[in-house]
């Protein structure tokens, strides 16, 4: 699964930000899930001590014999389980290496080392379990191999660390440490793909969606929908979706009143990472296309009556993705007064509470902006002035991917201003709630704008805009260097003023 360097392949459920995130915002009971993983540390100390000799796991045997008994074969039964293991297996791994990287950056060699140990044993029980349950591709027991290389040595080049005070040595040691962790996140990344592939192979989604088309089994669907969304990170999954007539099903899902909220934000995740413009196969979008409205106006809905911010951020994040590939979603979305909608919940901490949250409130809000009418129901919903704010947002942490959510909210917001100030009352709202000096701020302060060049460009765009239909509010010194230059002078201009700040 995704680590805080390979994050590109799960980072579209989200639009542009990563599944992490999503996992960074999971509101679950920390002793719920520390019983769910604990199985799977037992056994890995065990396997260790057995010099890897597999242990049986144990059923639910209540589960499967409701499932098997039920029309469910009970191929289908293993094949969801293997999945279910394969992936609770990979997200210990994947939390194992996030941490290592975040340790090695403080230089706590002591827990690199342990963690790195950690890491070594779930990877090789990984292998181990998913080898011994089924027959492994020739192509994936390459990836297998290197992968067991490359934790063997992360795992020897970290006790190293622990005998030496030699700061030079330890430096270059940080380096060696850190490109090695990047190719062990790579090689995981790789191989958990080439593994859900061959699941896929193995009849997995059409197993997961007879689960989700019988009523019987409707506590079961959340899970199932759940583990769905990981497969669909690959394309091989969202064909075989395609196939079954998924998106009709997730349909059925999103527009039945008596769904749960759960499995209605598990079908939204699925609608999120089928729709992401990540994806380079397109095939089954022309049969998503068939059931949008009843989706989007499903989704808009989850948006309003969300409990709490991971359903919010998944249903968000759908609609974002949607709107990207077809404009009339968002004249869908302004029928069903989509911005105030989303504007609220921008006041309410329970739905929206992090960066990723904003970056699809915002990004929605940019591609509706393209539509006439939308200015005037933002003026209505003192939008600009959630602009303004959307502007100032900042990390409360270090974490790099929080970092890039806020400026994805920071660029995005420049972007929906630029084109909401087209319409001559949505600049004068603008300029009179002081939008000009805080977009000079951002062009002049790389700190304030998180040290990035697209907040910048977004920025030097809308307050030209600005500047056209208002020549008066802004200053003489400031109109020679950001409005009468080419963007890309002004641009260079404003890139080196970072020099001066180091």
Known sequence: ???????????????????????????????????????????????????????????????????????????????????????????????????????????????????????????????????????????????????????????????????????????????????????VSDSFSNMIDMALANEIREGAVVALFKICRQDRFKDLYAHALRTVASICCVEEGINQLDKVDGILCLADILTDESSVEAARAEAAAVVAQITSPHHTSTQHLASFLESMHDIVTALIKLCESASCGEVFLLASAALANITFFDSMACEILLQLNAIHILLQACKDRQRVDTPYSKDQVVTILANLSVLEQCASEVLQEQGIERLLLLLGEKPSSSSPSEGAACERVQQKAAVTLARLSRDPDVAQTAIQLKAVPRLIELCRSPTERNNSDSVLVACLAALRRLAAGCPDSIEAADHQQLIKPRLVDSFLLCSNMEESFV
Not at 21 to 38: A, I, K, N, Y
Not at 67 to 95: E, Y
Request: negative net charge.
């Open 1 to 183: 699964m995704a680590t805080p360097q390979s994050s590109s392949r799960q980072s579209s459920l989200l639009s542009s930000s990563p599944m992490s995130s999503r996992m960074q915002s999971l509101q679950v009971d920390s002793v719920q899930r520390w019983m769910e993983d604990l199985r799977h540390m037992t056994e890995v100390e065990c396997m260790c001590v057995l010099q890897a000799k597999p242990i049986g796991v144990e059923e639910d045997s209540q589960q499967g014999e409701l499932i098997v008994g039920s029309g469910v074969g009970a191929g289908d039964h293993v094949a969801r389980n293997n999945l279910q293991t394969l992936l609770r297996r990979a997200l210990v791994v994947s939390t194992e290496l996030g941490k290592m990287f975040q340790r090695l950056e403080k230089g706590r060699w002591q827990r690199v080392h342990s963690t790195a140990v950690r890491a070594n044993c779930h990877v090789r029980s990984l292998v181990h379990e998913y080898s011994a349950a089924r027959s492994t591709p020739p192509e994936m027991q390459k990836y297998e191999k290197s992968l067991l290389e490359k934790c063997m040595e992360l795992t020897n080049i970290t006790e190293r660390c622990l005998h030496t005070d030699d700061e030079y040595f330890l430096k270059s040691m940080r380096e060696a440490i850190h490109e090695i962790l990047t190719d």
